[in-house]
């Protein structure tokens, strides 16, 4: 517990640092009014309100995925990959309505199975798709929009579009696994990507025998995976909190009018507010009277695939220029397919 603390604490404290240089090098003061009573108590309702609202989602994710890792074989895994990629790309695209799982818990699951022999590109198109094409979000989505229901349709469509091209592309120019574990080129499109260094986690799932070794092992790769991602999820939540508490609604309308910016700006708002893909339709649906159908279709769909606590998730797994090449392709294809979207509807 000491140690997890210590690796909370110190980011905060940088964070702190960087904020006081700042304003010392500006000469400007602290913003005393951001610390008023109704701005703490703002921040600590959201703060808590993104911890128990994804917390269920992530404790899924980790268990789901210490089950895969101890009760499923790297063969299986194998052999229900399709060979041929445009398959393997529609199956990672629609994988999702199999096993819809929220962004808070995927990045645990889609690590594992790319470990265990998933091709990465279909382990990512997952990642991106799983959030939004599943039919809890599709839900959802529909019921915050009942007078525009074609909103649902549309984040399902553009969602999966995007997933199917970011995994052609990274199956047409990846050349290294995206994993910080790095592996072979020729093992990636073969399917055979899991670790071979087994001083950090056994890989191969035969810690135990039986079926109560098997649940122990199970337990034991759960919580590593829950602290090891925990961390991180919960500097970002307080980080999106924080955010949330400074930005008013005045900002929002400002924006609205301008037809460029306010694509941008709903794609940035989603990034920052990291709501769960099951409920974000619900804040989309708020400011149907302010924003129009294609920026509101853009901050339903790149928020799921891309917010701010997922970002930092995402770093603790995969290379940070892979992350930052992910990040610009799906922001990219959400402007031009959101645009296309509200021009076609």
Known sequence: MAKFLYRICTPLLGVGCLIMLALIV??????????????????KILFISIILEA????????????????????????????????????????????????????????????????PAYIGIVYLLAGPVVNPIVFASTFAAFRTTPEMAYARMILAFVIAV????????????SPLKLA?????????HTHSHNHTHIHEHGTSGTGFRGRAASTLSHASNEFFEMGKYFIFGAMLTAIIQTVI???????????????????MG?????????????????????????????????????????????????????????????????????????????
């Open 26 to 43: 500006t000469n400007r003061e602290l913003p005393t009014h951001l610390f008023s009573i109704a701005n703490l108590q703002s921040f």
């Open 55 to 118: 917390f269920p989602f992530i404790l899924l994710g980790v268990i789901f995925s210490a089950i895969l890792q101890v009760f499923v074989s790297d063969e299986l895994i194998q052999k229900f990959m399709p060979k041929n990629p445009v398959m393997g790309v529609l199956f990672g695209a629609l994988l999702g309505i199999l096993f819809p799982l929220c962004e808070c818990g995927m990045i645990p699951v889609v690590r594992r199975l790319i470990r265990k022999g998933m």
């Open 165 to 176: 091209i970011i995994g052609l592309l990274l199956y047409k120019f990846m050349r290294s």
């Open 183 to 191: 592996q072979p080129f020729h093992l990636i499109k073969q399917g």
């Open 248 to 266: 008013d609604r005045s900002t929002f309308e400002a924006f609205a009018d301008q037809p460029l910016f306010s694509y941008l700006f709903m």
């Open 269 to 345: 708002f989603a990034f920052i507010l990291s709501i769960c893909s099951t409920s974000d339709a619900f804040i989309a649906s708020s400011f149907s009277g302010m924003f129009d159908f294609g920026p509101l279709l853009a901050f339903l769909v790149f928020g799921p695939m891309i917010d701010l606590k997922n970002t930092l998730m995402l770093l603790t797994t995969f290379r940070i220029k892979f992350v930052f090449i992910l990040i610009v392709l799906t922001a990219a294809l959400t402007f031009i397919g959101a645009w296309i979207m509200e021009a076609l509807l």
